[in-house]
């Protein structure tokens, strides 16, 4: 008499775990291409010997192709580690792959400042937000924290880079490194 009450429980647990059977094949959830863009860096430092040279360097990317619009600021802060300035625009971008090329020329016109102003030991923190065609803003913030902070992802919202009279391009630049505001 026990087992009349357990057959149709048992009917229904095996129709149960088979229906999803199906859906649990791949655990991965769907992808989605977001409102990202990569920055490659090519040239880490502006090297302060040859200004009329220096440069930071690198493609931008936007790997799902939605951006329309990327905004870029700079913030330079001198080199007792004091904020000189507060955000200003650098550069509006509306095509992808973008070289980009930051100078001292192009910094010295955004902080509206001269070029002799420029000192060895400034650093430059850049912080970029892109824009979809529906308006949707993305910005260092909106980031997961696995893109925030992954080297290999190469987030192109949030970075620094530093005038230096001793580059060496041998040594790696580590672009993700957060900073604070």
């Known amino acids: 008499m026990k087992k009349i009450f ?3 429980f048992l009917i229904l647990c095996v129709f149960a775990f088979t229906a999803c059977e199906e859906d649990s094949t791949d655990p ?3 992808k989605v291409i977001g409102n990202y863009v990569i920055l490659n860096a090519t040239q880490r430092s502006l090297d302060f010997s040859d200004l009329s040279n220096a440069a ?3 493609t931008l990317t936007s790997p799902g192709g939605g951006i329309v619009r990327y905004e870029l600021f700079v913030r330079r802060r001198n080199p007792n580690g004091f904020n000189t300035s507060n955000f200003v625009p650098l550069e509006t971008i509306t095509s992808f792959p973008y070289e980009l090329n930051i100078t001292p020329e192009k910094l ?3 902080l509206d400042i001269s070029v ?3 000192q060895d ?3 430059y923190r850049l912080i970029g937000y892109s824009y979809t065609a529906d308006g949707t803003k ?3 913030n909106d980031l997961s924290a696995t893109l925030r902070n992954t080297d290999t992802m190469k987030q192109g919202y949030k970075w620094s880079t530093n005038m230096d009279a001793t580059v060496d391009p041998l040594v790696p630049f580590n672009i993700y490194t ?3 505001l």
């Open 178 to 180: 957060p900073f604070a």
């Open 56 to 58: 930071f360097k690198g």
């Open 108 to 110: 010295a016109d955004a």
């Open 116 to 118: 002799s102003d420029l």
């Open 121 to 123: 030991g400034d650093i």
């Open 28 to 30: 991965l959830p769907i």
């Open 138 to 140: 993305t910005g260092f």
């Open 6 to 8: 357990f057959f149709p």
